[in-house]
């Protein structure tokens, strides 16, 4: 989508994605190698009851998500950051993870030719339950 296309209270939906436990070992192995992301059997005695995905790996779902359904072919170039991110359930292995993300604001920076875009993203599991909440800021760089 092209930053004109965007506006606020816009709500774009993408997925699903089901994640494997595979993967949830990949990427805890590679890149947040905590025992309760690592080690089945002992997830499986700990406090979630069973292995969970590394709430980096469902940033990067609801990424992944959204840059095929939202920003591929846009202006968008970077971000800033977020204003937060919060993890509020646990993703387990076969969870099928769909996003939905409403537009906060978009506005013109005074100063350069560039598009700012908030958007609120929200990753739900299966189930309906959320797993994921945050807000982003998105830039995009526009004709002068």
Not at 64 to 90: H, N, T
Request: net charge negative; proline share 6%.
């Amino acid at each position: 989508m092209k930053f004109a296309e965007f506006h606020a209270g816009q709500v774009i939906e993408a997925g699903p994605f089901t994640i494997t436990e595979q993967q949830i070992l990949d990427f805890a192995t590679a890149w947040d190698p905590q025992w309760f992301h690592t080690d089945p059997e002992a997830a499986a005695l700990g406090p979630h009851g069973g292995l969970i995905a590394s709430g980096w790996q469902t940033c990067g779902i609801a990424m992944r998500l959204l840059a095929e359904k939202a920003l591929a072919g846009s202006e968008s170039f970077a971000s800033p950051g977020l204003q937060y991110v919060k993890w509020l359930k646990p993703v387990r292995p076969n969870d099928t993870l769909r996003v939905v993300a409403t537009v906060i604001e978009t506005r013109r920076a005074s100063a350069k030719p560039m598009g700012i875009l908030r958007w609120r993203w929200q990753l739900y599991n299966q189930d309906g339950a959320e797993v994921l909440d945050l807000e982003a800021t998105s830039l995009f760089q526009l004709a002068a």
